[in-house]
């Protein structure tokens, strides 16, 4: 691993050549199950964010911990993407942002995300601590934009295969429209992104129950809906 921490306004940690040879060629051998699976979500399924304008992004998306909620052991990404908890990573550069996160981080949470034509994230935050974002794409590249920028800090960090960017949660980030031509569309030639989400087990918890509450309000309001339409 190549460890270089930075401060643009706020500390940030990038790692290249994050995962060994043989760790990405378990996570592509998964990546690629998955893919044939065709197990991801829209947006409308997986929780997105939205605002007045729809949702914040457009790609495919699953949520590991969950997918794999009784069978974690079978999913090599879980077991592999344990390496984001050393200390080799999250005290590079000594930060008080992440030495003081590392004492008390004891959960993730992992997406797995895939972008092809048109798609894309919003300027957004992030309900945790601290992000991990890790970048992969099949080689040589065939996918044009997708850029990961901090919008607020006209910041763009290159999006590079096996490359894992980690940064305070609330610091605001986007992801530019992927353009993929159409000869190389459905056959996993886009670009890929594992989230993971860190947080204390508490935080965890009272982020859970917020948004549970927040589907259940959302689900209301579609029931209102239908209701106010079918009693016209």
């Known amino acids: 691993m190549k460890i270089q921490a930075h401060e643009h306004g706020f500390p940030f940690i990038v790692v290249d050549d994050y995962f060994t ?17 065709d197990i991801f979500l829209d947006p409308v399924d997986s929780y997105s964010a939205f605002d007045e304008n729809g949702f914040l992004k457009m790609n495919k998306c699953i949520h590991l911990d969950e997918y794999f909620a009784k069978k974690r052991e079978k999913c090599e990404i879980l077991r592999i993407n344990r390496k984001i908890f050393t200390e080799e990573v999250l005290q590079q550069g000594k930060s008080w942002f992440f030495t003081n996160f590392i004492k008390t981080c004891d959960y993730d949470a992992t997406l797995l995300s895939y972008y092809e034509s048109d798609n894309y994230y919003r300027a957004h935050t992030d309900a945790s601590t601290v992000t991990g974002l890790f970048w992969f794409f099949k080689e040589p590249k065939k996918f044009e934009g997708g850029q990961f920028i901090f919008p607020d800090y006209k910041l763009d960090i290159e999006v590079v295969s096996n490359r894992m960017i980690l940064f305070p ?35 965890s918890d009272m982020s859970e129950t917020k948004k549970r509450r927040d589907v259940e309000k959302q689900n209301q309001i579609k029931k209102d809906v239908k209701n106010v339409m079918f009693n016209r």
């Open 21 to 37: 040879d043989e760790e990405m060629e378990i996570l592509w051998n998964e990546v690629d199950n998955l893919y044939k699976e």
């Open 169 to 203: 949660s609330f610091i605001k980030h986007q992801v530019l429209e992927v353009r993929l031509h159409p000869q190389y569309a459905g056959q996993n030639m886009g670009r890929w992104c594992m989230t993971q989400f860190l947080d204390s087990k508490t935080m």
